[in-house]
């Protein structure tokens, strides 16, 4: 989940650092970390060696596309809904202040399997149906075309990957929004007196002093929950949607492969989520380095 | 007292944070060109005297004029008004993510529309006008207290303000700083430029200020000048006060 970080942290030895005693590196060696590199290498040389297990992975792959596809885009959507939401919980406005509030009560509060049902079969028809009634009400004024536009959303219409894309953005968004607050409101206050005192907008107070600090601050965070959601984007198969999950166990229920499929489908994620978190970490390194 | 020919004309202000009163009915007049400086026991209100003259917080009762317009809530007003008013705090508060050019001329870029270029020339004029061309790519990280705080006077002076606060702009510097921001402040003193000042260093209230203000308790005891101050101290609260800071 978001709240926790899943991001790994490694002390890769540097060579020509300070001189560390030998009993100091037998001992501060990540051997967990070896460990783990090993048996995604071994992993991957059974998946490319057996048969059964190439087989597996043949068939699973096909779900790769969906499974990034499916992060990458709800993932925008999320850090767009979240910095919005995150503006809002800090804002003096207190509609917009309560909103963004239980938005974010409301997602934390319900565990997330069940918020991708809820979001996709009963969220997405009852917002579809919230467009069409505005459409018609529209239409009762003489919009026309905005009007009809709008009536003509069909909830049957809106396929399942659609629906998981905006069920992870949702519930995404809530998380994001408390990291783009929380890295708002690292920023000195002093910073937006400033800001203000030479005649900036609240607005371009935001933009060009709050928020490019803000925003630094917080991409290591922001990174570990694009790790997160690549993860969580698994759950999307409840919904049918072909992600690797999906099809994995798609593929496990017709030939009873549940070993090639399982062992196949958690090294694939495995894969991905230790090399984006070494992505992630090595970008923070070279941020804090900057500094 | 107060004449609404003035350039700044405060009346009759309230300032409450809740139940602290941190100004109790402060009134104020300043003509253009004047140098005031502020003094006063730590909480008697100077900072926020200061900033109820930009409204960086509305006061809670009375009016502040500037140049003859009354402040209002009206966000466009401020945001206006406030690019006449430069202000120095005592933190610097530079922008860390640009550099000292780029503090100068963020605000003429985006509040003054100016072009990149005319911004970067003006900031550059007031680079060297504060002695620090030469730090114009270094980000504030990378300055001492001193020039942080000369590069702050320049990001103000960008905008053309008519009126210059500056809230203890020398108490964070190491002693050896100080006088090379109270040389531009005294340079700005000169140049005929209207400044509201909090600071407790007395050379430069000697040196530069037309009045001075002493304040206790969110009032103003006295309001005079600096010579009359230093050797006639009406009420025992100044007699106090300055015993107290002209001790060291
Ligand atoms: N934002 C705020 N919230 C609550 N109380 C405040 C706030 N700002 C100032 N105060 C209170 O108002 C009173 C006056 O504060 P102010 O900062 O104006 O004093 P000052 O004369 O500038 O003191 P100093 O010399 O310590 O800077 C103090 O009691 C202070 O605690
Ligand atoms: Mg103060």
């Given at each position: 989940m978001a709240d926790q970080p899943?991001?790994?942290?490694?002390?890769?030895?540097?060579?020509?650092?300070?001189?560390?005693?030998?009993?100091?590196?037998?001992?501060?060696?990540?051997?967990w970390f070896a460990a783990l590199i090993l048996i995604a290498i071994y992993a991957a040389y059974i998946i490319l060696t057996k048969e059964n297990y190439r087989e597996a992975f043949e068939f699973i792959y096909r779900g790769i596309q969906?499974?990034?596809?499916?992060?990458?885009?709800?993932?925008?959507?999320?850090?767009?809904?979240?910095?919005?939401?995150?503006?809002?919980?800090?804002?003096?406005?207190?509609?917009?202040?309560?909103?963004?509030?239980?938005y974010v009560e409301l997602i934390r509060g319900i565990p997330m399997l069940v918020l991708i049902f809820f979001i996709a079969l009963v969220g997405v028809p009852a917002a579809v149906e919230g467009l069409n009634s505005l459409g018609l009400w529209?239409?009762?004024?003489?919009?026309?075309?905005?009007g009809s536009f709008l009536t003509e959303f069909n909830n049957q219409g809106i396929p399942m990957n659609v629906r998981a894309i905006v069920a992870l953005s949702v519930t995404y968004g809530a998380f994001l929004a408390e990291i783009f607050r929380a890295g708002i409101q690292s920023i000195g206050r002093g910073q937006m007196e400033?800001?203000?005192?030479?005649?900036?907008?609240?607005?371009?107070?935001?933009?060009?002093?709050?928020?490019?600090?803000?925003?630094?601050?917080?991409?290591?965070?922001?990174?570990?929950?694009?790790?997160?959601?690549?993860?969580?984007?698994?759950?999307?198969?409840?919904?049918?949607?072909?992600?690797?999950?999906?099809?994995?166990?798609l593929y496990a229920g017709s030939t009873f492969r549940f070993r090639e499929a399982y062992v196949t489908l958690s090294t694939m994620y495995l894969t991905m989520t230790v090399v984006l978190s070494l992505l992630v970490q090595s970008f923070e390194r070279r941020l804090r380095r900057h500094e | 007292m107060n004449n609404r020919e003035d350039i700044i004309a405060v009346n009759d202000l309230h300032k409450h944070f809740g139940s602290v009163r941190a100004l109790n009915g402060v009134s104020l007049s300043v003509e253009r060109g004047k140098v005031?400086?502020?003094?006063?026991?730590?909480?008697?209100?100077?900072?926020?005297?200061?900033?109820?003259?930009?409204?960086?917080?509305?006061?809670?009762?009375?009016?502040?004029?500037?140049?003859?317009?009354?402040?209002?809530?009206?966000?466009?007003?401020?945001?206006?008004?406030?690019?006449?008013?430069?202000?120095?705090?005592?933190?610097?508060?530079?922008?860390?993510?640009?550099?000292?050019?780029?503090?100068?001329?963020?605000?003429?870029?985006?509040?003054?529309?100016?072009?990149?270029?005319?911004a970067e020339e003006v900031a550059m004029r007031q680079l060297v006008r504060v002695g620090i061309p030469e730090k114009a790519d270094v980000y504030?990280?990378?300055?001492?207290?001193?020039?942080?705080?000369?590069?702050?006077?320049?990001r103000a002076l960008a905008m053309d303000p008519k009126i210059m606060l500056f809230d203890e702009p020398t108490s964070a510097l190491d002693p050896e700083m100080i006088k090379e921001v109270l040389d531009v402040m005294l340079d700005l003193a000169?140049?005929?430029?209207?400044?509201?000042?909090?600071?407790?260093?007395?050379?430069?209230?000697?040196?530069?200020?037309?009045?001075?203000?002493?304040?206790?308790?969110?009032?103003?005891?006295?309001?005079?000048?600096?010579?009359d101050l230093f050797n006639n101290p009406q009420e025992e609260r100044t007699k106090l006060f300055l015993s107290q800071i002209l001790q060291h």
């Amino acid at each position: 989940m978001a709240d926790q970080p899943t991001h790994i942290e490694v002390d890769v030895p540097e060579f020509g650092g300070e001189e560390k005693s030998a009993s100091e590196r037998i001992r501060e060696f990540p051997y967990w970390f070896a460990a783990l590199i090993l048996i995604a290498i071994y992993a991957a040389y059974i998946i490319l060696t057996k048969e059964n297990y190439r087989e597996a992975f043949e068939f699973i792959y096909r779900g790769i596309q969906i499974t990034i596809r499916t992060s990458l885009i709800a993932y925008s959507l999320a850090l767009l809904l979240g910095l919005l939401t995150g503006l809002a919980r800090i804002s003096k406005s207190i509609i917009l202040n309560n909103i963004a509030r239980l938005y974010v009560e409301l997602i934390r509060g319900i565990p997330m399997l069940v918020l991708i049902f809820f979001i996709a079969l009963v969220g997405v028809p009852a917002a579809v149906e919230g467009l069409n009634s505005l459409g018609l009400w529209l239409k009762s004024f003489g919009a026309e075309k905005v009007g009809s536009f709008l009536t003509e959303f069909n909830n049957q219409g809106i396929p399942m990957n659609v629906r998981a894309i905006v069920a992870l953005s949702v519930t995404y968004g809530a998380f994001l929004a408390e990291i783009f607050r929380a890295g708002i409101q690292s920023i000195g206050r002093g910073q937006m007196e400033a800001a203000r005192s030479v005649g900036m907008s609240y607005a371009q107070a935001m933009r060009y002093i709050i928020l490019p600090q803000a925003i630094r601050n917080v991409l290591p965070a922001l990174g570990n929950d694009f790790v997160a959601m690549v993860k969580d984007s698994s759950l999307v198969s409840v919904l049918a949607v072909r992600d690797i999950t999906q099809v994995a166990r798609l593929y496990a229920g017709s030939t009873f492969r549940f070993r090639e499929a399982y062992v196949t489908l958690s090294t694939m994620y495995l894969t991905m989520t230790v090399v984006l978190s070494l992505l992630v970490q090595s970008f923070e390194r070279r941020l804090r380095r900057h500094e | 007292m107060n004449n609404r020919e003035d350039i700044i004309a405060v009346n009759d202000l309230h300032k409450h944070f809740g139940s602290v009163r941190a100004l109790n009915g402060v009134s104020l007049s300043v003509e253009r060109g004047k140098v005031i400086v502020i003094i006063g026991p730590s909480g008697s209100g100077k900072s926020t005297l200061l900033r109820c003259v930009n409204h960086l917080e509305t006061p809670s009762s009375g009016e502040v004029w500037i140049d003859g317009e009354l402040l209002t809530t009206n966000q466009k007003q401020l945001n206006k008004v406030r690019a006449e008013i430069g202000m120095v705090f005592q933190l610097f508060n530079l922008f860390p993510h640009l550099t000292a050019l780029e503090n100068v001329v963020l605000a003429q870029k985006v509040v003054r529309q100016r072009s990149k270029e005319e911004a970067e020339e003006v900031a550059m004029r007031q680079l060297v006008r504060v002695g620090i061309p030469e730090k114009a790519d270094v980000y504030p990280g990378q300055l001492s207290g001193g020039q942080q705080q000369r590069v702050a006077i320049a990001r103000a002076l960008a905008m053309d303000p008519k009126i210059m606060l500056f809230d203890e702009p020398t108490s964070a510097l190491d002693p050896e700083m100080i006088k090379e921001v109270l040389d531009v402040m005294l340079d700005l003193a000169k140049e005929g430029m209207t400044m509201l000042v909090v600071s407790h260093e007395m050379g430069f209230a000697r040196a530069a200020a037309d009045e001075i203000i002493f304040m206790d308790e969110g009032l103003i005891v006295e309001h005079t000048t600096p010579h009359d101050l230093f050797n006639n101290p009406q009420e025992e609260r100044t007699k106090l006060f300055l015993s107290q800071i002209l001790q060291h």
